[in-house]
């Protein structure tokens, strides 16, 4: 009888987060094996303060674009635009098959038709408990109950072993859209061994259990039956539990519902005719019909959850006239939403806008209007105790979060040496009994400005400062083409500066500085560059000392007479 040998992996199982961990949003995370890489999502992330004059940040797929060949797909796990929001710009570049289920393949096209982008690859639609093979990767989808509909989890079954990945999720057993999680599947890898499990972290820092969905219909029915007039509801685009929470409290309470925003009209239809959104014909009406009813008869779904400047919400919050809803008082204004990272002055300014008209605004802060769609401590410890894990890496989350989520790990027994707090760019290898931190890759910045994606140097992004700091002055002096020397006094405009009071002084007295610095040296003002430092340097010692500001200098040079 022959005995037949123990076979081992012949490589190394590879982690490279390449966004979402040390942060909120921007989420992927590629996984690798020899010669063949999946990816897990593809998001954004808003920018902050930081990054003055940027419209998104998306991941940088500098190490998928090096070694495309060996993409096998990106797998979507739920359709927020922190997972999904990236990939118009990643398709633009590579063309890898993707796989999502119904409603995220939906979003994912309502994203690329928005976007305008037009793309070889395949969108692949998946169900839960199906199965696909991606090279050497065998990965299986299961229901996890989070914000939006047809949330996913992943077990990967790799040649080192099986990862689970939980996709973004909470215990809810009673959800208003959707299923609740699905742990039948867990619990029978619980006896298996499990090589990795990858957790969401972003409410790490919650003790108990997550409140359900239907604590919000409770609160919804109650402010929309005790209303004298209309009821605004902003929310998310995506939150279709939400939405449909609304439809219905509308429905019971004999209103009509009206949409405004251009993301929350697109969802809402694709939703309707999708089948995860449902209700009555009559009940959502056209914003044309808004003055043929009572105002007790009305509910607006609206977008401006987070106080974005071009949503409907702040629109009406700053008495925009493009606005096709204005506030009066009586109104009720009902945020829907807790603020994303960086975004908290925005909404509050938008809510002390809505109190000056005279709506009464309710935020989370005042009743349960909202409940968010991550796991607390509690359940992140069930996810830990079914799972069964050898090795841990905290994802989705800033890095107090991953740090927290990597102690509670600790505490329900996994070795501190088996657990990984990793940042992006970071290399894990791990083989089926160590692994280690082995490389960083190089992982940029890559913003999203109007029509350009690329990388923002430092020098770009502190101008941008400057200018919204301290304001831009121009220095322009001609210089006569025959002889060399200045044909007049410098003109001098500025912008965002000074006041006007002290405007003038400034530019009579900011043009001797000028005359004196290039006077001193007239033999080269002929020479490329020198006048421009010139006048620069003359100039920022010469505010600085005057009001101690820096402002944006731009120096141009003109050359007059013949040539």
Not at 207 to 234: F, H, N, Q
Not at 247 to 253: G, W
Not at 329 to 356: C, H, M, Q, W, Y
Not at 422 to 435: A, P, R
Request: charged share 25%; proline share 4%; net charge positive.
């Amino acid at each position: 009888m022959k005995l037949r040998r123990k076979t081992t992996a012949a490589h190394k199982l590879r982690i490279i987060p390449l966004g979402g961990l040390g942060e909120i949003g921007k989420n992927m995370m590629a996984l690798e094996y020899g010669n063949d890489i999946i990816v897990i999502d593809a998001g954004l992330m808003f920018p902050g303060e930081e990054t003055p004059g940027v419209d998104l940040l998306i991941p940088d797929i500098s190490y998928l674009l090096e070694r495309q060949k060996n993409l096998r797909g990106i797998v979507i796990t739920h359709g927020h635009e922190d997972h999904i929001g990236a990939l118009p710009y990643v398709l633009s570049r590579i063309a890898p098959p993707v796989y999502a289920t119904k409603f995220t393949r939906e979003l994912i096209s309502v994203e690329l038709k928005q976007r305008g982008v037009k793309t070889k690859a395949k969108l692949n639609v998946v169900t839960p408990g199906s199965k696909i093979a991606l090279g050497k990767f065998i990965i299986e989808f299961f229901s996890v109950c989070h914000s939006i509909p047809d949330s996913a989890g992943l077990i990967i079954h790799t040649p080192q072993g099986i990862v689970v990945h939980s996709g973004d999720f909470k215990i809810d057993y009673t959800p208003t859209v959707g299923a609740p999680t699905n742990f039948s599947q867990l619990a029978v890898l619980g006896v298996k061994d499990v090589l990795l499990l990858l957790s969401d972290s972003t409410y790490v820092e919650l003790s108990g259990y997550t409140p359900s969905e239907m604590v919000v219909s409770d609160t919804l029915d109650r402010i929309i039956s005790e209303a004298k007039g209309r009821v605004i509801v902003t929310t998310f685009a995506s939150l279709v539990s939400r939405i449909q929470q609304v439809l219905d409290v509308a429905v019971k309470r004999d209103r009509r519902v009206f949409i405004t925003g251009r993301s929350m009209k697109e969802i809402v239809n694709m939703a309707l005719k999708t089948g995860y959104l449902t209700a009555p014909a009559d009940v959502i009406c056209r914003l044309d019909e808004l003055r043929t009813l009572p105002h007790h008869r009305i509910v607006i779904l609206s977008t401006g959850s987070q106080g974005e400047p071009t949503s409907a919400l702040v629109r009406m919050a700053n008495r925009d006239h493009r606005s096709q809803v204005r506030i009066v008082p009586g109104d009720t204004v009902v945020i829907s939403a807790t603020s994303i990272p960086g975004n908290e002055a925005l909404v509050s300014k938008t809510i002390d806008s809505l109190f000056r008209q005279g709506a009464n605004v309710i935020y989370d802060r005042l009743a349960q209007v909202h409940v968010h769609g991550h796991g607390s401590r509690e359940e992140l410890k069930l996810l830990l105790s079914l799972v069964k894990p050898k090795f841990f890496v905290p994802v989705h989350g800033e890095y107090r979060h991953l740090s927290l989520h990597a102690n509670l790990a600790q505490s329900m027994g996994i070795p501190r040496d088996n657990i990984f707090v990793l940042e992006n760019g970071d290399v894990l290898e791990l083989g089926q009994d160590s692994g280690k931190v082995v490389a960083k890759t190089r992982v940029g910045v890559k913003c999203v400005s109007g029509l350009t994606t690329g990388e923002l140097d430092d020098v770009v992004l502190q101008d941008r400062k400057l200018l919204s700091q301290d304001g831009v002055v121009v220095v322009t002096v001609a210089i006569d083409a025959e002889s060399g020397r200045l044909a007049g006094r410098p003109r001098i405009m500025m912008r965002g500066f000074v006041d006007g009071g002290e405007e003038q002084t400034l530019i009579e007295q900011g043009q001797d500085v000028v005359l004196a610095a290039l006077n001193h040296d007239r033999r080269r003002l002929s020479e490329p560059g020198f006048v421009d430092a010139r006048m620069k340097d003359s100039l920022n010692r010469f505010f600085y000392e005057r009001v101690r500001r820096r402002p944006v200098i731009i120096p141009v040079v003109v050359k007059v007479g013949k040539t």
